[in-house]
C-alpha cells in the first residue's frame, strides 16, 4: 500500500461524497483517534491508578485466587 496514494484517493472520496453521515464518521474517527483516555479521568481516578502501579512495582499485590477467596461473600 502506498499511503500518499491512499490519501489523495480518501481526500478525493471525502470531496465527492455529498453524505452527511460519511462525513460525520469521518470526522469521528479522527476525533477519537486524538483523545486520549487518561485525560478524561478525573484526579481521584489518575491518583488511584497511580497508587496502584506503585504498589505492584513494590510487589504488594494478591492473586486473582486469593481475593476472589476473599471477597467471594460480596460478589
Do not use: C
Amino acid at each position: 500500500m502506498n499511503l500518499r496514494n491512499e490519501k489523495i484517493e480518501l481526500a478525493k472520496m471525502l470531496l465527492n461524497t455529498e453524505s452527511e453521515a460519511v462525513i460525520k464518521q469521518v470526522k469521528a474517527v479522527f476525533e477519537k483517534q486524538e483523545k486520549d483516555f487518561w485525560d478524561e479521568l478525573s484526579d481521584v481516578q489518575k491518583l488511584s491508578i497511580e497508587t496502584s502501579l506503585k504498589q505492584a512495582d513494590e510487589g504488594r499485590v494478591v492473586s486473582h485466587k486469593t481475593a476472589m477467596k476473599k471477597y467471594r461473600k460480596w460478589l
